[in-house]
Nanobody
């Protein structure tokens, strides 16, 4: 099983980035997918989830600015991030979990938002 996250980078406040998490070795449709982030000195927090059926969840910090989506054709989950703020600066991780509690974490991709 492989999860490869990419798309991070340096962006000015108010800008946008799209993160991707390419997966292989799993039955993509069996898994709920989520993006988490961890800022220096802070706990890892979830910023978006998309279920196997397509339902989504966002915490207040991401609602209205972040959009998670999944593409079964290329087994990839995306996170579109708009109106970025300096407080969005963190390492972002993708996570896949199935109904049996099996989960996988991808590598992190660094997002830096300058003010």
């Amino acid at each position: 099983v492989q999860l490869q996250a990419f798309g991070g980078g340096l962006v000015q406040a108010g800008g946008s980035l799209r993160l991707s998490c390419a997966t292989s070795g799993i039955t993509f449709s069996d898994y709920a997918m989520a993006w988490y982030r961890q800022a220096p000195g802070k706990q890892r927090e979830r910023v978006a989830t998309v279920g196997s059926g397509g339902s989504t969840y966002y915490p207040d910090s991401a609602k209205g600015r972040f959009t998670i989506s999944r593409d079964g054709a290329d087994n990839t989950v995306y996170l579109q991030m708009n109106t970025l703020k300096p407080e969005d600066t963190a390492v972002y991780y993708c996570r896949l979990q199935n109904s049996y509690g099996v989960d996988y974490w991808g590598n992190g991709t660094l997002v830096t938002v300058s003010s």
